[in-house]
């Protein structure tokens, strides 16, 4: 049986033992009395940079986020602003009670330059309202960047009374980076949680202390398969998450042409007159333009070659592929959205028949243009 002390790893929240250096928590007896304490998985990222994904039961997400509801809180919920409506909890209302939710778009550093923040703004908030979701504020932020923290420090303080502070969301979303940022430029703490660029990083609760003895707490993000983020290899990860400002790549099409991203997801302009398309993705992921009457012998003979990531060994890891038809209508603007893969803005005004391809059970769909 697995030794449980009772203290937790400062970075990650895991209950550290001694006993088992392939559970999450695991830390060398000497290390032990360290302070702060930080278990080995921790010390691996930190140094490193590398780490074994422990990925969050889905019902202890739940149950956790159950919690909330039953208490005097004020919640943080982050999301990803490049994949905005896969790492949206849109059951998160149902959890925390009567509890005000402030919104946190993080991540608007990838936006390119010389953005609309308030029309950007707008947009969220109507999408929000879309899906259901009840919340006093909105804030856009970029934790790793450090942009609109002023104002998120001012709404906490105007919302947060004498309550403690949850910050939820999906894996990867920046929930850690957000908090380091709060310690490291408005407090005089000397902590530091672990972040990484992979998902699943935070394992458990993690109290940091507020001056009036209340708790901003990190939470380990719930992990949703719909995010092509979380069914692809780590090892692929790399092409898939952007790192640096978007470069957007326009492309005007023909009815009859397809575009491949890696051999993630293919994207088929199937009816409708000549328009331009431009293409939201990490700028490592490579676009392959073709006929669309020939996509199909393309991906047979070159997926995992010309046509990667996934590699070749590393195709079969993902689940089939599905067919999405989308319908763009006459008039607006519209991005095809493909969670994790980030987005496709429809710039015509003619309408189109977009046919999307992308591994079962990925998020695909249509909505306002976000830009
Ligand atoms: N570009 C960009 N990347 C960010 C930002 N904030 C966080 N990240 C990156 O996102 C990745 C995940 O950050 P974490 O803070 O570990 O995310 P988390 O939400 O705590 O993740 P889990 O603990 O796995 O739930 C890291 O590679 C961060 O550097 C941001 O504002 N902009
Ligand atoms: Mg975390």
Redesign the pocket.
Known sequence: MTEQLTKHCAG?GAALQTTNAEQAGYIPEKALEREPAICQRCFRIKNYNEAQSIAMDHDDFLRMLGRIGDEDALVIH?V?L?DFEGSMISSLQRFVGNNPVLLVV?????LPKGMNWNRIRNWVQHQAKEIGIKIVDVLL?????D?GFDRLVEAVGEWRGDRDVYVV????????????RLIRDYSDLDRE???????????DLVNIPLDDGRNII?????VYTHRLTELVDRKDLGAL????TLKPAVFQLNEGQTLFFGAMARFDFAEGERQSFTCYLSNALKIHRTKLERADELYENHAGELLAPPTKERLAELPAWTKHQLRVPRGGEMDVFISGLGWITCNGTSGALINVHAPKGVKVLLRPTMI
């Open positions: 990650c982050i990803d490049f993080n991540k608007v550093d990838l932020v970029s934790a790793k960047r942009f969301g999906a894996t990867n979303v920046g929930k850690s980076t957000l908090i380091n949680l672990t972040t990484s660029r992979y998902p699943g990083t935070t394992l990190d939470t380990p993000g719930i998450l952007p790192d640096k």
